[in-house]
């Protein structure tokens, strides 16, 4: 069954830190994997897209890597600010049915002050 | 350029009554999702629609719910006989070509039902 897994659940760091989200998926055959952010109440943004020959993607603070081979993703978040309070969310595609994301139930992160 | 539009944002139905949510794709997108959250839950793909053309409803539940992109006006998800279980947010979501692959998929801020 193609699954997305995500850990931790929630975390709490303090403003200015840095912090890595991790993503399993049991996705097959991969496509691609996002990671996106909600914030409470709205919907998702688009963070990151890799398809399977990326091994990292950046997008300003945010750093997402992959290893199709364990089937693993993380995304670093570095020098946080509390706007960056938000679910990351992690969503892989299959290769048969590419435009079907299967999204993980994502990490609460909040920055405090 | 306006993005994914939804409405209503929030929607209150007694049971068994029906529900509409409408989605307006972005500008040159013809290409339409709808996912639905349910309450500390993933989002869960429902249908895909292209132009006047359902392409995958695998998500759909068989029964009470529908969902049409006609050629002229938005998209539209129909709930009938609404029941408790209906309660969630329900996200429209478009992109220019198949949203397979590397090509980003952009999702409205949402409509959340309440069934009362």
């Known amino acids: 069954k193609n699954q997305v897994e995500q850990s931790p659940q929630s975390l709490i760091i303090l403003e200015g830190k840095n912090c890595t989200l991790q993503?399993?998926?049991?996705?097959?055959?991969?496509?691609?994997l996002r990671w996106y952010k909600q914030d409470t109440g709205r919907g998702p943004v688009s963070l990151t897209i890799m398809t399977f020959s990326e091994n990292t993607k950046s997008n300003g603070r945010y750093t997402a890597t992959l290893d199709a081979d364990t089937k693993q993703s993380s995304l670093h978040i570095t020098a946080s600010q509390l706007s960056d309070s938000a679910s990351y969310i992690c969503?892989?595609?299959?290769?048969?049915?590419?435009?079907?994301?299967?999204f993980g139930s994502g990490t609460r992160l909040l920055v405090r002050p | 350029n306006a993005g994914v539009m939804q409405n209503p944002r929030h929607l209150v139905r007694r049971r068994g009554q029906e529900a509409r949510l409408r989605c307006s794709p972005m500008?040159?997108?013809?290409?339409v999702y709808w996912y639905r959250q349910l309450p500390e839950e993933g989002l869960k793909f429902m249908v895909y629609?292209?132009?006047?053309?359902?392409?995958?409803e695998s998500g759909m539940p068989k029964e009470r719910f529908s969902a049409e992109f006609p050629k002229e006006g938005p998209s539209i998800l129909r709930i009938q006989q609404v029941v408790r279980g209906d309660s969630a947010a329900y996200f429209c979501?478009?992109?220019?070509?198949?949203?397979?692959?590397?090509?980003?998929?952009?999702f409205g801020e949402g409509s959340w039902l309440t069934v009362v």
């Open positions: 629609l292209q132009k006047e053309n359902i392409i995958d």
């Open positions: 993503c399993n998926y049991t996705v097959s055959p991969f496509s691609n």
């Open positions: 500008k040159g997108h013809s290409h």
């Open positions: 969503v892989v595609s299959a290769m048969d049915s590419s435009y079907k994301l299967i």
């Open positions: 979501a478009s992109s220019p070509t198949d949203g397979g692959g590397g090509n980003t998929i952009y």
